[in-house]
């Protein structure tokens, strides 16, 4: 059976936002110019061929989701350019949205639902943001296509996050995306960043068939074709349809994805998917964790569980925060009073692993000992050269901590004054590393701490591991360029900046 514009004005969304009534193709204020095409990567991705991201199954899902009482369908059609569009009832997109619709019944209808059901976790976040750009309410469902709204899906040819970025757009973007941190996997920061992208997408295009084209193939891409085969044409979504079939084949049939999933998503009921219960976030707080520290560290402060720190920071790809400045990290609601404190008296040695490199060992070896990857391990340790690695070197290891048969935290008691005393420095020649020389007592004037140089340290290495910079060290103990530093020596850190 054909679909058509009749069909398209009857279909219903779950959008309840009442702001967002009035939304159409109504831009902010005016914004900065969108880079030129010669600005932007050539590409957002490869312009391959992928099939739809398959996500890892999650633990818990219910097999039938149910829809939030008093949510009432908002019609979407009367503001929304992209499925109000008169092209969207074109014979070819018709077939191929027929397409998807039979494929989500059917054979992808266990996937369809895990994706509605954890689309709940996120679509309040998403829906904000769409009303504070005034874009399309459809925009909604784009990482419904893009990921099935599974926050750390990643495609066959890298694209990651609910967005689905690649990295070198990611980073073009303002995203970090390193091997500790890829904030493509932070819906709460990736999810402004892509309706930015998507915003100065339209502002060139001027038709959001082509802007959505454009999201999927790339920018270069779609400008290419439209020199080619569209040259004196009004950019609209009748200019899609005339390049259309000169696209690679995933983008050619990204507008009918798109179009299918609104339909189906946005009134699930009538196509079969009754009493639609959505999934949500737990309630979380932010906190500042400075430096490097493992997740399960962060947990015990915090005196909550490893999984809920692990799945309110996804984007902290191997468990654990760099070093050299501030992380933000999620933690459950109400788990953040007095975490400052108490994680300030952990020594460094009891936050993350270290590692002594011993007489024969190489990065690979360590990287295979510590069931890491040595891009990984290369990540966390900038600055280390594998050519010359020198016995007694520490090394940061990513991942949770390694039990060391100690407690990860030295707190003090409650309602007294009395900070804990920290462990004793090793003596030098011990073998025990950076990690586990930094002694808290009585702090000199200013809020710095003493720093006890061991065997294998270096003046580079404690500005590391506490965030400040090499020249303010040397400054602020009076060491010369050339000047080494010896076991034993007392080093005092500056307060970060």
Same mark, same amino acid.
């Given at each position: ?90 014979? =070819?997109?018709?077939?191929?949205? *027929?397409?998807? +619709?039979? @494929? ?6 266990? %996937?369809?639902? #895990? ?114 085969? =569209?040259?004196?044409?009004?950019? *609209?979504?009748? +200019?899609? @349809? ?6 690679? %084949?995933?983008? #050619? ?123 990984? +391990? ?120």
């Amino acid at each position: 059976m054909r679909h058509g514009a009749l069909r398209l004005a009857v279909v219903r969304g779950t959008l309840a936002v009442a702001a967002m009534s009035a939304i159409g193709c109504a831009r902010q204020p005016p914004r900065p110019p969108a880079p030129s095409p010669a600005e932007r990567p050539a590409e957002v991705r490869e312009p391959v061929v992928r099939e739809p991201v398959r996500a890892p199954e999650p633990r818990s899902e219910p097999e039938v989701v149910e829809k939030a009482p008093g949510n009432d369908a908002v019609d979407l059609f009367a503001a929304d350019p992209i499925v109000t569009s008169g092209q969207a009832g074109d014979e =070819g997109i018709e077939d191929r949205v *027929d397409w998807w +619709l039979n @494929l989500w019944q059917t054979r992808s209808r266990d %996937a369809f639902v #895990r994706g509605l059901s954890r689309m709940g976790s996120y679509e309040d976040l998403v829906i904000a943001e769409l009303a504070k750009r005034e874009l399309p309410p459809s925009l909604l469902y784009l990482p419904l296509i893009e990921a099935n709204y599974y926050p750390t899906a990643v495609s066959p040819v890298g694209a990651g996050g609910l967005w689905q970025f690649m990295p070198r757009t990611a980073r073009w973007l303002g995203l970090t995306v390193n091997s500790l941190i890829d904030q493509r996997f932070d819906a709460f920061a990736a999810t402004p960043v892509a309706l930015d992208y998507l915003l100065d997408l339209n502002e060139q295009f001027q038709s959001w068939f082509l802007t959505l084209a454009a999201y999927n193939a790339g920018p270069g891409r779609v400008e290419q074709e439209i020199r080619r085969h =569209g040259r004196g044409h009004p950019r *609209d979504d009748r +200019l899609f @349809l005339r390049i259309r079939d000169r696209l690679p %084949a995933e983008t #050619r049939d990204f507008i009918p994805k798109f179009l299918a999933a609104v339909r189906m998503a946005s009134d699930p009921e009538h196509h079969g998917f009754l009493n639609v219960l959505k999934s949500s976030l737990p309630a979380f707080d932010t906190v500042a964790v400075d430096g490097p520290a493992s997740i399960d560290v962060i947990a015990d402060v915090a005196g909550v569980g490893l999984e809920e720190v692990r799945d309110l920071n996804p984007h902290i790809v191997l468990g654990m925060t760099p070093g050299g400045g501030s992380t933000v990290v999620r933690l459950p609601a109400g788990s953040v009073e007095g975490f400052a404190e108490r994680f300030a008296v952990i020594p460094l040695r009891n936050r993350v692993n270290r590692h002594i490199v011993s007489a024969g060992e190489t990065l690979s070896h360590i990287a295979l000992d510590y069931r890491i990857s040595l891009d990984e +391990l290369r990540g966390a340790n900038p600055g280390v050269s594998p050519r010359r690695l020198q016995i007694g070197s520490v090394l940061i290891v990513p991942g949770m901590r390694r039990d060391s048969g100690e407690p990860a935290a030295a707190v003090a008691e409650p309602g007294t004054d009395n900070p804990p005393i920290a462990d004793d420095p090793p003596e030098a020649g011990s073998g025990e590393g950076a990690l586990s020389a930094a002694t808290y007592g009585a702090a000199p004037p200013g809020g710095e701490v003493v720093h006890v140089v061991t065997r294998g340290e270096s003046l580079w290495l404690i500005a590391r591991l506490y965030g400040v910079e090499l020249a303010r060290l040397r400054a602020r103990n009076r060491i010369g360029e050339g000047a080494l530093v010896h076991p034993g020596d007392s080093i005092r850190i500056p307060p970060a900046r």
